[in-house]
């Protein structure tokens, strides 16, 4: 029996793991398939992550610890907007949102627009959150106005 526990530990670890890796390869095939059905000049991170930058900014790049003023648009890979602020945008500290624009947003500067193409594992997961079904990609249109 002793030798049984560790054995199943290591089951249940590696039936995680296993799921946690298709869903990335999922997320990747559909954050691809959107690069191309929309013609985009995407770059890929290295983890999951793709952004595109349709104007670099001439301003203050942000870290990852950053405040910044965003204005943005989030939508799903069929185009469904689920949030967006106005114009003015609002302001965070880039370590209190999701993974992703924390990595995403200090590739732009002060002034930069684009887009950042966010698998699940980055976003909210195999959770979900209001309005945000499990295992979301999401796309974020983002205009960096300011860096705090």
């Known amino acids: 029996m002793k030798n049984f526990v560790p054995l199943l530990f290591l089951v249940i670890i590696f039936g995680a793991c296993n799921k946690e890796k298709k869903q990335a390869k999922k997320d990747e095939d559909i954050i691809k398939k959107y690069i191309s059905n929309n013609h985009l000049a995407a770059t890929a991170t290295g983890t999951g992550l793709y952004y595109v930058m349709e104007i670099t900014g001439t301003g203050t790049q942000p870290s990852a610890s ?29 370590s209190q949102v ?29 959770d979900g959150t209001n309005g945000i079904p499990a295992n979301s990609v999401l796309i974020f249109d983002i205009n960096l106005i300011d860096v705090l």
């Open 98 to 126: 999701i993974k992703g624009w924390t990595e995403g947003i200090p590739y732009f500067k002060e002034g930069g627009k684009g887009k950042l193409l966010i698998p699940s594992k980055l976003a909210y997961g195999k």
């Open 66 to 94: 950053s405040q910044v003023t965003v204005a943005y648009k989030g939508y799903f890979t069929d185009g469904k907007v689920f949030d967006q602020s106005d114009a003015a945008g609002i302001t965070f500290g880039l």
